[in-house]
């Protein structure tokens, strides 16, 4: 026999009884999982007898268990998890969507009750933000059109006042020019005289200017505020007295003996979302 066989010899039988207790091992974690009755009958019974060799054999058959557990479970856990995940997704989109509706009838409702309209017929419309790109600053569309009984003409509101008017109008869309257009001109009673004047847009979105027909020496001051209607053959019903905006300067013009007024615009032009259209159309 040649030097050194016999530690390669029982390196080789060391390794192979090691490969048969791991498969032993493996074998009783499998069936025991899966709840093999003589296995557990036989593992009660020996638990006494053989607690030093039974300690061993969790120790050796625990990594192998619990592998076994986690490959056969892994699936199952995934299609949970995957389950629940689409719950919580669903009730965070039902929780964003019932905000949502919530904000939408809030709008709707503040645009039911306006109190400068009277019983004035008007349609409830909402501005496509994302049409208005098509248009300059001065023009928004609406979702609403002749199919509704709308008309070239007619002005437009918020809550907080005058918007602009319709320009054109199709079955199911309009465009509107906003107050703020320089060439949207409108006749307006200033203060709590109602002093006649006329004004128009300066293309801000903030900003309205009445240069025509209010005279040196009419009392004009600071915050009056400044209506559209009130005039015969104006925009609006002259039986309306719709909210423009306040003051905010007033200068003399010695030259043309008038008064110019830079007013700040009730409605916020840049946060236009819910209007009403006055079904009304001035006349010729």
Do not use: C
């Amino acid at each position: 026999m040649l030097p050194g066989s016999k530690p390669e010899s029982g390196r080789r039988k060391s390794r192979y009884l090691l490969l048969i207790l791991t498969l032993a091992a493996i074998t009783i974690a499998t069936l025991d999982a899966r709840g093999v009755g003589i296995i557990s009958s036989a593992r009660d019974s020996s638990r006494d007898a053989l607690g030093p060799v039974g300690d061993f054999g969790n120790w050796v058959s625990t990594p192998f268990r619990n592998a076994w557990n986690g490959i056969t479970n892994y699936d199952d856990l995934k299609q949970e998890n995957e389950r629940l995940q689409q719950q919580v997704d669903e009730l965070k989109t039902n929780g964003m969507r019932e905000k949502r509706a919530q904000r939408e009838l809030k709008k709707l409702r503040e645009q039911l009750n306006i109190s400068f309209l009277a019983d004035m017929p008007t349609q409830i419309a909402r501005v496509d933000t994302a049409r208005a790109s098509n248009f300059d600053d001065n023009r928004v569309e609406i979702d609403k059109g002749a199919d509704h009984g709308l008309a070239v003409g007619n002005p437009v509101v918020t809550k907080a006042g005058l918007v602009g008017r319709l320009t054109n109008v199709s079955r199911t869309r309009s465009v509107v020019q906003l107050i703020s257009d320089p060439d949207f001109h409108i006749g307006v009673s200033v203060g709590k005289d109602q002093i006649h004047g006329v004004g128009h847009g300066n293309g801000d979105a903030n900003t309205f200017i009445v240069d025509r027909g209010i005279e040196l020496g009419r009392e004009v001051r600071v915050n009056d505020y400044v209506f559209a209607g009130g005039i015969e053959r104006s925009l609006v019903p002259s039986d309306l007295y719709i909210p423009i905006g306040t003051v905010k300067k007033v200068t003399p013009d010695a030259a043309e003996r008038v008064q110019n007024m830079q007013v700040e615009l009730s409605a916020r032009l840049d946060r236009l979302d819910v209007v009403q259209v006055l079904k009304w159309t001035p006349s010729d």
